[in-house]
């Protein structure tokens, strides 16, 4: 058994088993609660469309429960019901994760040009949810209906007369904050699925570029550990090779003093990772 295949089998907490040519192993995999269902089936008894159901995971009002043996996430019937019995349902949960693209869309609702909303947009006063690339190889925000809404009741100055200070200088500087509002939200609902120490610092490495990663974490075998635990794209993350290099740029932190704070946020989950392993020898290289 290699390195790699020695931490990957400490990290999952098990021993992973070795595939001989002479003596085919044979997996068997374990039957399925009948108290789960797949995310499909979970969509429709939801009465969601398949990316509002992804949003519904990703904002945590939908929240998944251990996988299948292939790794598919599973939804509790417990949690299914939990969320059908709400008041309103399914009306009230629709609008929860209705969603809007691009900065038309998202102007009409706020009753305000397609200009001044990218002004707001890049200068961080709304955080978009999620994105997409269109087929210019342009990146197309997606925002909360529900929170532009609301940002709308909390802001009515900031949708007429002209731009702040503050603003105009962002606007001089020619900042846009989405992307890395985007992240921030995006890390965040990560860490809050999970408790695990590894996990949580897998999710804090995978923004980071590559060489900040290597000088964070010098050590291959925790970089192993770390990437076994990235978290997946986002949903609607492209497959065409051309878009997923557009998109790719997003997951990662680019400014410097984000840079540092997804690093010095790394440091610290790191430590706590560590500490695990030593007291219990369950996750992580020993």
């Known amino acids: 058994m290699d390195v790699a295949t020695q931490v990957l089998s400490e990290v999952r907490g098990r021993v992973l088993p070795v595939i001989r040519a002479a003596v085919p192993s044979v997996v068997r995999p374990e039957p399925l609660p009948d108290a789960a269902v797949g995310g499909a089936r979970a969509a429709g008894e ?46 009230t949960l629709r609008e929860r994760v209705e969603a809007v693209a691009g900065a038309e869309a998202a102007g009409a609702v706020l009753g305000i040009s397609p200009g001044r909303f990218t002004r707001l947009a890049r200068c961080g006063h709304i955080t978009p949810v999620g994105y997409r690339i269109n087929r210019y190889r342009v990146v197309v925000w997606l925002y909360l209906a529900a929170e532009l809404r609301e940002f709308a009741d909390r802001e009515p100055g900031l949708l007429r007369g002209g731009a702040p200070p503050a603003d105009r200088e962002l606007l001089a500087a020619k900042a846009d904050l989405r992307p890395r509002k985007w992240r921030g939200r995006h890390v965040g609902l990560l ?96």
């Open 191 to 286: 860490l809050r699925r999970t408790a695990d120490p590894w996990e949580r610092a897998a999710v804090l490495a995978s923004v980071l570029p590559e060489e900040e990663l290597r000088e964070a974490v010098p050590d291959p075998a925790e970089r192993i550990v770390l990437a076994a635990l990235a978290p997946p794209a986002p949903y609607g993350h492209p497959q065409i090779p051309a878009a997923a290099a557009v998109a790719a740029r997003l997951l990662r932190a680019e400014p410097a003093d984000e840079v540092h704070w997804y690093r010095t946020s790394l440091d610290f989950a790191l430590t706590g990772a560590r500490g695990q392993s030593k007291s219990t020898g369950d996750r992580g290289p020993m």
């Open 46 to 91: 939801l009465e969601l469309t398949r990316p509002e159901f992804a949003r519904a995971v990703q904002l945590g009002i939908v929240r998944a429960g251990p996988p299948a043996p292939g790794g598919s996430p599973r939804y509790a019937r417990a949690e299914l019901e939990r969320i059908r019995s709400a008041e309103g349902f399914p009306q």
